[in-house]
């Protein structure tokens, strides 16, 4: 044995005698070390809600159900595989009189079978609705501190899911809404009857407390909540992802112009110029359209009321040439909302339409609005301008609609996200979408002066 070979045998007979001294002093290490990489040592930081669906009449889950289970787990093993410690909450009792096997049992044993770890289980088995559903599991994550979640139902459910949750949970939450994909068939029969449980969900809700008479005004009251909802959390978001910098003085190119179409007594407008102080508000007030009386008187009592700096409102009658002039003067909003009123400017072609809706999403970096619904209509529905809007839709919905203008305008990048959707006093559904032309990031800026006066405002205030 030569002499580096004595060496490295005495260094292998010392550290051998350490770990022996070492076992028998502390005895012998942890099979399992708290570490960054393991999910299961970390708190819980997502929630993933399965909403329920009806059970078979002996109990047993149906395909939805399956469906639904299947891809909360895609869910859940993706975030794992990101490190995240997922909470799975299924929900759901079904019918009143069913007390021995909920819906929420039938989908825990399933996710069971799938081998979702029980410890990241949790079950609400007595939640009759998806109202109640949201109610429970807003204030799970309240206990738990959680400000992530996901929602899993069915593609025919995800509209309403949207309404419900976004009304019930606070804006900080950010949520995520999945819906396992249907046969073609059923998923057409679905949506029909969703358009008369879109008013159910307005009752539960307003049976929950969660939509307040004394809190709704405007042209339809308890419509304005859920979709400021819808709103306010993008604008949340917006400035959690770094998307909305807010500017740290005023010049007369305002970068934090936004403006508010027919603004509905001044709900929207009001919300707005509170959550974003620093910005200024333009209402542009639909009372000029002959169709609401006292609306301006309102909203200027609600701006003296609030007291609020930061809101002009602006009466007139805005038509399409105000768009292709802002387009013209190169002022971009960062944000507009045309809520229930694009239908209302006068177009008739659908040249004129798509070549309206491309210089009006072009007035901003980001468009809140809210088209009629696609369908045929046939007179019966009391749609405004219904015969226009066959004309203009051409059997198209509303995303693609806006897709195609993009496209054929040569509009650059342009996204477009489904917020939610709402039932219409003339019962059609109407979808809140989120309309971002990316190019416009650079140029947004406004001269408040320059764009009152293409509006050919009547009265001014603020």
């Known amino acids: 044995m030569n002499v580096r070979t004595k060496r490295l045998f005495l260094l292998a007979v010392v550290i051998a005698g350490l770990y022996i001294y070492t076992i028998s002093k502390y005895g012998p290490p942890p099979t399992h070390v708290h570490n960054d990489t393991d999910p299961d040592t970390s708190p819980q930081d997502e929630v993933i809600i399965v909403l329920g669906h009806t059970l078979h009449p002996d109990g047993m889950p149906t395909r939805i159900i399956k469906d639904r ?3 909360a787990k895609d869910v859940y093993t993706a975030l794992r595989s990101k490190l ?4 799975i909450l299924f929900s759901g009792k079904g019918k009143p009189n069913r007390e021995e096997y909920t819906e929420a049992a039938a989908m825990r044993d399933l996710a069971l079978y799938e081998k979702i770890k029980q410890d990241d289980i949790m079950t609400d088995p007595d939640s009759t609705n998806t109202a109640q559903n949201a109610v429970f599991s807003a204030k799970l994550l309240e206990e738990k501190s959680i400000e992530e979640a996901t929602i899993v139902t069915s593609d025919f459910h995800v509209l309403r ?10 804006s900080y939450i950010k949520l995520k809404f999945i819906g396992a994909p249907t046969e073609e068939e059923y998923r057409t029969r679905q949506l029909e009857k969703e358009r008369s449980l879109f008013k159910n969900a307005q009752e539960d809700l307003q049976a929950l407390g969660v939509l307040d008479e004394a809190e709704a005004y405007g042209y339809h009251p308890f419509r304005n909540l859920p979709r400021w909802k819808m709103i306010e959390r993008e ?14 003085k005023k010049d007369k190119h305002n970068k934090l112009a936004m403006v508010d179409y027919g603004s509905n007594y001044g709900y929207f407008s009001a919300h ?8 200024t508000v333009i209402s542009v007030e639909g009372e000029a359209y002959k169709e609401y009386d006292g609306a301006a008187a309102f909203h200027r009592k609600k701006i003296d009321e609030l007291q609020l700096k930061n809101n002009i409102l602006c009466k007139t009658r805005v038509q399409p040439p105000a768009f292709a002039s802002l387009v013209e003067s190169k002022q971009v909003y960062r944000y507009q909302l045309c809520l229930s009123v694009f239908h209302w400017f006068d177009m008739n072609t659908m040249e004129e339409f798509e070549q309206a809706l491309s210089n009006h999403l072009s007035n901003a970096q980001t468009t809140f609005i809210e088209l009629p619904e696609a369908m045929v209509y046939m007179g019966s529905e009391g749609q405004h301008a219904w015969k226009r809007v066959n004309v203009w839709f051409a059997g198209r919905d509303e995303v693609t609609i806006i897709q195609e203008v993009a496209a054929k305008y040569h509009m650059g990048k342009v996204s477009v996200k489904t917020l939610g959707a709402l039932v219409h006093d003339n019962n059609t559904v109407r979808k809140v979408l989120r309309v971002d032309v990316h190019d416009n ?21 603020g």
């Open 69 to 71: 289970v299947l891809a």
């Open 84 to 87: 995240h410690h997922p909470l």
């Open 161 to 170: 899911s949207q309404y419900i949750f976004q009304t019930v949970f606070p």
């Open 235 to 248: 604008l949340e978001a917006d400035v959690r992802d770094g998307e909305l910098v807010i500017p740290t």
């Open 272 to 279: 707005l110029a509170q959550k974003l102080p620093e910005g």
């Open 441 to 461: 990031a650079h140029r947004v800026g406004v001269d408040v002066d320059a764009v009152l006066e293409a509006y050919g405002c009547t009265v001014k205030i």
